[in-house]
């Protein structure tokens, strides 16, 4: 039996699979705002003092599309390759280098779609506290936190991030949940409003690019 390589759902590639429909790709984008701004009350919301960072190239988008709503800069860490080898089918990674202006004395927002083991994004949290990041909080769609917690509690007593975000659209173990460290987003209404708006031929823009709900919600916070 030969070998296949499984293609992820966010790789453009995998539209022609189905090229008789599209493929929405669903953002949880206003639920991680509303629940950042009601943890926190005192952010203050410009480039001076946040940024929002892709751990690499494939979080570009989504950290671009959030950035842009709170009206401040972004910073990205991208795979710096060994093009003259290549080890398991690919050309190894030599470092993570990033780009991105200043951060010291900045709160740094971490965007990704998923944390797994968690080695690569704590890197990416340590890196950006050596950085002079003021606080690091972890935005990712899915925690399967694959190898356990060991690592997060280590890295968290050792001040490379904050706080973590994921939401409940997978298992969350009851020691996840006691963490101080961990944020439940809760997705239950929001996965509610995608069926019914299916279910009544409705279209999904607003709901999966709920631009105007989320620029409300900063320009209030902003003014309380």
Known sequence: ?????????????????VPLMGLENVSPALQFTQALLTEYEDLILDGDHMMFIAPDEGATERVVFLA???????????????????????????????CGSGLAG???????????????????????????AKRVFLFATFGLFTGG?????????????????TT??????????????????????????LIDTLANGNTLQEIIRPAGRIREMLDLYRKV
């Open 149 to 165: 917690l060991d690592k997060f509690d280590q890295a968290y007593a050792n001040g490379w991030f904050d706080r973590i975000f």
């Open 106 to 132: 900045k709160d740094a927002v971490i965007c990704d779609d998923m944390i797994a083991s968690g080695g690569s994004i704590l890197d990416t949290a340590r890196q950006l506290k050596e950085m002079g």
């Open 68 to 98: 842009s709503l709170f009206g401040v800069n972004i910073g990205m860490f991208y795979k710096r390759r060994d093009y003259t080898r290549i080890v398991n089918g690919s050309n190894p990674v030599i470092a993570h280098d990033f």
């Open 1 to 17: 039996m030969g070998h296949h390589r499984i293609c992820p759902i966010h790789d453009p590639r995998v539209q022609n699979v």
């Open 168 to 193: 409940n659209l997978v298992y969350q173990t009851p020691e996840l949940l006691r963490k101080e460290y961990y944020c439940s987003i809760k997705m239950d209404r929001y996965i509610a409003a």
